[in-house]
């Protein structure tokens, strides 16, 4: 065994223990200082009747659990360094080929929505937390600064002395597409995408962290098959600080991922797809993602140009399927079962496509 692969497993595996022995303290500190869930009562368009019926019980439940995922991921980034110094390891996980843009999104996108999960659940502010337009504004404003860095800073602004583009978007359908510049609204485009439709996917117990598990699980794949063995190292430390997470976030959850974790993450899984120029592998394996926002969007559509009307009881999806009756329980495993079968039909269209 190499001794990238033995890093790999290592800091999966140190993840996890690390994040599964600290996650009870941290739930003591979310309830000792009552960081806990309000439920909504207005949805964008009238009342959430249908949805506080169905979740009221939950309130009050702590939140902002993904601070703890992305605690123990920068714990083990700070431990990477602490093992190069020491001379146990090459290459930390602070690298500015591989894991800076990853690692910047992934602070920077935490650090504001943990600031609106505490200002939501105290109450502060007009809107009870950061409105929506300072929120997307500063989402765009780091998507922006990643794309710079991505496309001037790791050579995707590159050409061949004919003046042609060195990389191209990977296209298996037919000739790959020289994008030049046009990789930067992409780039954020999909960052902002990602983050959005994970945050709108999570609201029930165990489900959003279960399908992220597959996803990241299919790019610490990919990353090392592309031998990014320090991008896969950091996918591999998320997935085990997830694993540690869901322990304690299936139904009775003890505590919510929250926006600070879902938006990081979300925004975080569109930096893997651009870094490793998978655009098409990420829209298969996020397929349901982006139904659940598509159902969003079609509902406010309905609702606003039909008199009120709504297509779904609920909406993101999983809430409609909760008001036609089916258990949290069902609904959660079943569309797991959705995001593995979408994540195996990308990781085959990976291979597929070499």
């Known amino acids: 065994m190499n001794a ?9 595996v140190s993840t996890f223990v690390l994040g599964y022995i600290l996650t009870p303290y941290y739930i003591d500190i979310l309830r000792e200082f009552k960081l806990g869930k309000n439920i909504r009562e207005e949805a964008t368009i009238g009342k959430a009747t249908e949805f506080l019926k ?12 993904g601070g703890i995922i992305l605690f123990v991921v920068f714990l083990m980034v700070l431990v990477s360094i ?20 990853s690692l910047f999104t992934l602070a920077s996108v935490g650090a504001l929505w943990a600031i609106d999960d505490f200002m939501n659940i105290r109450g502060i502010g007009r809107t009870k937390g950061l409105s929506a337009k300072f929120k997307m504004f500063w989402l765009i404003i780091f998507a922006l ?11 995707w602004n590159l050409t061949d002395e004919l003046g042609n583009f060195i990389r191209t978007l990977e296209n298996p359908f037919w000739e790959n597409i020289e994008l030049g510049l046009w990789f930067i609204p992409l780039f954020i485009f999909v960052i902002i995408a990602s983050a959005n439709s994970v945050n709108i ?21 990919i990353t090392y098959d ?5 991008l896969s190292t950091l996918c591999v430390s998320i997935i085990g600080a997830l694993i540690a997470f869901l322990w304690f976030n299936v139904r009775p959850a ?15 899984l569109g930096i893997m797809a651009m870094l490793t120029n998978t655009i098409f592998v990420f829209l298969i394996i996020s397929a349901f993602f982006i139904f659940e ?10 609702k606003r140009f039909r008199n009120g009307k709504k297509v779904f009881r609920i909406a993101p999806f999983h809430h409609h399927l909760e008001a036609i009756g089916w258990s949290e329980e069902t609904v959660v495993f079943r569309l797991r079962l959705i995001g593995l079968i979408t994540s195996i039909f990308g990781i085959m269209f990976y291979m597929l496509q070499k």
Not at 4 to 12: A, N
Not at 82 to 101: D, F, M, R, V
Not at 254 to 268: T, W
């Open 226 to 230: 592309q031998w990014l063995f320090l």
């Open 201 to 221: 996917t999570d609201g029930l117990d165990g489900l959003v962290g279960g399908l992220l598990l597959f996803c990241y699980g299919i790019y610490a794949y």
């Open 293 to 302: 926002t598509v159902s969003v969007i079609i509902q406010l559509t309905s």
């Open 254 to 268: 003890q505590f919510f991922m929250g926006d600070v974790g879902s938006l990081a993450l979300g925004a975080n």
């Open 145 to 155: 600064l990643g794309s710079m860095w991505f496309y001037y800073k790791l050579g």
């Open 82 to 101: 602490i093992l190069q110094w020491a001379g146990l390891i090459n290459n930390s996980l602070l690298n500015q080929k591989e894991t800076y843009l």
């Open 4 to 12: 990238d692969l033995i890093m790999i497993l290592s800091f999966w």
């Open 54 to 65: 169905l979740h009221k019980k939950k309130s009050g439940t702590p939140t902002m659990g």
